[in-house]
């Protein structure tokens, strides 16, 4: 079923300009919507989206955000503090003539003990207690942010390898697909999590990145996990192996295609 706005009414985007927000917005405009994004620093408008200035963690500006929206789609999250900005953006939306607010949320937020997992699940609470229409998706790591850190791994003289952790990267842009069909949908609560369709160990992610780049394979380091959260992700509490929506691009394709794009722009710039 198709939501009941009207493409003319902006649908309000928070993360707009970041990786996620950078594949979602372009589809919201394909779909034939007008979009707003709120964004900490200025930007010109054009082909159908406008900036709005306002920063999540202190308000400012989060009202004016949501005057005339009928649907948030909430992207915006960090390393901490997703809780107070969710909670100053459900305010706003519950004064406003908000209809549905989508949150993108992360696998095991409700099952890994760390506290950046726990302003996550803070963020669906608040959503869910809004009075407001709801849609919560959680997904995995994607592929950048997996990317991100097999770089950094791979610097080092030695592999670390934490034993028992495993992770099933999604890439970006089938997620963003995914929550621009919630978004035109209905409010769904939580709907099934999306993931990746492979399981790997740091080892096997980083192989497929050290042949690409000609590195030389590293010597291992078990390393231990300790606590609460170690217990947590050697029983696979960051996975979800059932009943998840699973994307369809594999960690090597990804890695593959951003190599390729990579070469064709270090051979650009010699010609």
Do not use: C
Request: proline letters at 7%; a positive charge.
């Amino acid at each position: 079923m198709t939501y009941p706005s009207s493409p003319s009414t902006p649908i309000l985007v928070t993360g707009g300009t970041g990786t996620l927000g950078g594949h979602v917005v372009p589809l919201l405009r394909a779909a034939g919507h007008e979009v707003r994004v709120l964004t900490r620093r200025a930007r010109p408008a054009g082909d159908g989206v406008t900036y709005v200035t306002g920063d999540l963690l202190t308000g400012e500006g989060v009202e004016a955000a949501v005057d005339g929206v009928h649907t948030v789609l909430h992207l915006a999250g960090g390393p901490k503090g997703d809780d107070k900005a969710t909670r100053a953006l459900v305010r706003a939306a519950s004064g406003a003539d908000v209809r549905h607010l989508v949150y993108i949320s992360v696998v095991g937020a409700d099952s890994v003990p760390l506290a950046w997992l726990r302003t996550k699940l803070d963020s669906e609470r608040a959503i869910a207690d809004s009075g407001i229409g709801w849609t919560v998706l959680r997904a995995a790591q994607f592929h950048e942010l997996t990317l991100t850190m097999i770089e950094k791994m791979a610097k080092l003289p030695v592999l670390p390898v934490p034993g028992g952790l495993r992770l099933q990267p999604v890439d970006s842009r089938e997620v963003a697909a995914r929550l621009v069909e919630l978004t035109l949908a209905a409010p769904s609560g939580r709907v099934p999590d999306m993931t990746g369709p492979e399981v790997h160990d740091l080892a096997a992610l980083a192989r497929p990145y050290l042949a690409l780049h000609a590195r030389r394979r590293r010597p291992h380091l078990p390393v231990r996990i300790p606590g609460r959260a170690g217990r947590a992700y050697r029983a696979g509490a960051n996975l979800t192996l059932e009943g998840a929506r699973v994307g369809r691009r594999t960690w090597e394709e990804f890695l593959t295609e951003r190599a390729g794009r990579e070469a064709a722009t270090a051979a650009a710039r010699r010609s």
